[in-house]
């Protein structure tokens, strides 16, 4: 009896989905400063990213989903980069920066946790700056 009662104790455990976390990071690898503007339905957040620094845009995105939730952009109309009030960039659905769930555009990295770090870096690769 005290077997079973150690095995129904085990199998509850197991069965569990630990909780996951997800951060989500803009990293300005440009060597001005930048404002990345997300709009959506006539909405505006902006997020202003020095130079060589990053700002979180969605951050301690945790569920018991069975792996981190995904930072979903597709309501978004366009996402802007400004920088001294020139637009670098606009990005429309269909972008790289709109595929959160591509490991290779929004890097992951995991602690060996449950907790994940996506980081998308803006440079002059990925601008229209000559």
């Known amino acids: ?3 079973l009662i150690l095995l129904f104790g085990l199998i509850l455990l197991v069965s569990c989905d630990p909780e ?4 989500y990071i803009i990293e300005n690898q440009y060597n001005e400063d930048i404002e990345v503007k997300f709009y959506s339905d006539g909405t505006e957040s902006n997020f202003e990213i020095p130079s060589k620094q990053e700002v979180y845009v969605l951050e301690n995105a945790c569920g018991n989903s ?4 995904i930072l979903d952009l597709q309501n978004e109309d ?5 920088s001294n009030n ?3 960039a ?3 659905p269909g972008d790289p920066i709109y595929q959160t769930e591509n490991e290779e555009i929004w890097q992951m990295t995991t602690d060996g946790t449950y907790d994940y770090t996506f980081r998308f870096k803006i440079s002059e690769d990925n601008l229209s700056v000559e």
């Open 78 to 82: 366009s996402i802007l980069v400004f």
């Open 86 to 88: 020139v637009n670098l």
């Open 90 to 92: 606009t990005f429309y």
């Open 66 to 69: 069975g792996g981190p939730d």
């Open 20 to 23: 996951y976390c997800a951060n």
């Open 1 to 3: 009896m005290k077997n």
